[in-house]
């Protein structure tokens, strides 16, 4: 089993940034793929982010390319996503997840293991 548990969200104002961790305990990250994912207020979860075991390979939604960075520390057993010129449109619940797997995955339906979210909002 794997326990995940994300921190750093808030409320900033847009143009602001964020940094979000995700911290895994009961299993090593190291063989997993990881990915943040969000779902605002009346929206389905949608993918974020994501990455592979090494991080090396990565993956963006078009709508936080140039803006959002994951990265990940298997030595730390941490995820982080680095949220820069945040928009009103970011403001949602933010989640973590691990993959079954460790190469890239973009489908949230790999993803087995998911934190409880932590909230994010962009105010104007």
């Known amino acids: 089993q794997v326990q995940l548990v994300e921190s750093g969200g808030g409320s900033v104002q847009a143009g602001g940034s964020l940094r979000l961790s995700c911290a895994a305990s009961?299993?090593?990250?190291?063989?997993?793929?990881m990915g943040w994912f969000r779902q605002a207020p009346g929206k389905e979860r949608e993918i974020v982010a994501a990455?592979?075991?090494?991080?090396?390979?990565?993956y963006y939604t078009d709508s936080v390319k140039g803006r959002f960075t994951i990265s990940r520390n298997n030595a730390e057993n941490t995820v982080y996503l680095q949220m820069n010129s945040l928009t009103i449109e970011d403001t949602a619940v933010y989640y973590c997840?691990?993959?079954?797997?460790?190469?890239?995955?973009?489908?949230?339906?790999?993803?087995?293991?998911w934190g409880q979210g932590t909230q994010v909002t962009v105010s104007s």
């Open positions: 009961g299993r090593t990250l190291r063989w997993y793929a």
């Open positions: 990455c592979n075991w090494k991080g090396d390979n990565q």
């Open positions: 997840a691990a993959s079954v797997g460790g190469a890239l995955d973009a489908s949230a339906a790999s993803y087995y293991y």
